[in-house]
């Protein structure tokens, strides 16, 4: 009975839910695996109880499989699960035997954000060849614009636009976030010079079909993959002599931070980052404010 509804169930989350693909990819390998994990223990679907959910986090936990996760994908595990409950529940009149089973509390995590030195090695490794002139253009944009790796790479050439006014040029992107929204956000000078030489020298060369309607391209003229950019990522960071992990989101975190460092209204850094909620921004205060306390306790002849 599970699987006769899940086609439908992920055809919900897509279409009455407007849940990215990579969401709805991660609802499917969680939902795999708990299915996976009534095979392997010989239990129906139809059969299982609220109490037999906690038995599966356990499992989960590396109880019994051996194989743990993270209290984060543990969480994710079963907010999938939850959601298909509830689906089941109000599409097909199932009881909802999860309505009361909760993921687990995950402690906050401040987001890595770089130092702005550490961002300015990064953009400003030399390479004039067609693909480094690209790399260039997309890191600029990341930092430039605190998007998601998945919003650039599916950047289209008409989502850069110009706009004049009497006293200046001013040029903006237009991101489509998390759930098919849209917003748009201002491009500085940096950026969009790197994109300029991008578009002017890498791209003409890198496209093969004229109807090719995306921005980053790779070198079969097809549209930049998600995992290619995290490569430029961690490429260009370990080039600059970066320690540590450097991702697409480092970017996107070192973006909030140093403009909330700048003195920027955090209702503005929500609006550029595309969060639904302001709770979600709140957490890169929390990096300013300890950098704040670090301050005072070093330079501050009473702050012992």
């Known amino acids: 009975m599970a699987s006769d509804h899940l086609v439908d169930f992920f055809n919900y989350l897509s279409i009455e839910k407007g849940l990215s693909k990579n969401t ?3 609802y499917q390998r969680d939902l795999q695996k708990y299915f996976d994990y009534l095979s392997i223990n ?3 679907f139809a059969s299982i ?8 986090v356990a499992w989960l936990r590396g109880k019994a499989s051996g194989n743990k996760l993270g209290e984060s ?6 907010i999938a699960i939850r959601n298909y409950y509830k689906y089941l529940s109000k599409e ?8 009361n089973f909760h993921p687990p509390k995950i402690p906050k995590r401040l987001p890595k954000a770089l130092s702005i030195d550490q961002i300015t090695k990064i953009l400003s490794i030399a390479g004039e060849d067609l693909i480094s002139v690209r790399d260039r253009a997309l890191l600029e944009i990341l930092y430039s614009t605190g998007a998601r790796v998945t919003e650039v790479i599916n950047l289209d050439i008409s989502d850069i636009s110009s706009t004049k006014n009497e006293e200046q040029e001013f040029t903006t992107i237009k991101l489509k976030g998390k759930g098919g929204k849209e917003r748009v956000v201002p491009l500085g000078s940096y ?3 790197a994109i300029n030489d991008y578009l002017t020298r890498s791209r003409p060369t890198l496209v093969k079909v004229s109807t090719q309607k995306a921005l980053f391209l790779n070198q079969r003229g097809g549209r930049l993959t998600r995992q290619s950019a995290w490569n430029v990522v961690a490429a260009r960071s370990a080039r600059a002599g970066l320690k540590g992990e450097v991702t ?3 970017l996107r975190h070192s973006f909030a931070t140093h403009l909330l460092d700048g003195g920027a209204d955090i209702r503005v850094v929500q ?3 595309g969060h639904s909620s302001v709770t979600t921004t709140q957490i890169y205060t929390l990096i300013t404010i300890d950098r704040l306390r670090e301050s005072y306790s070093s330079a501050h002849p009473r702050s012992k």
Do not use: F, M, T, W
Not at 49 to 56: K, V
Not at 73 to 78: E, L, Q
């Open 24 to 26: 709805i990819s991660s």
């Open 42 to 44: 010989s239990q129906d």
């Open 49 to 56: 109880q609220a109490e037999d959910l906690n038995q599966y």
């Open 73 to 78: 994908s543990i969480a994710r595990n079963v």
């Open 92 to 99: 097909h009149g199932n009881k909802d035997i999860a309505s």
């Open 191 to 193: 950026g969009l010079s």
């Open 248 to 250: 697409p989101h480092s």
């Open 271 to 273: 609006e550029l980052l």
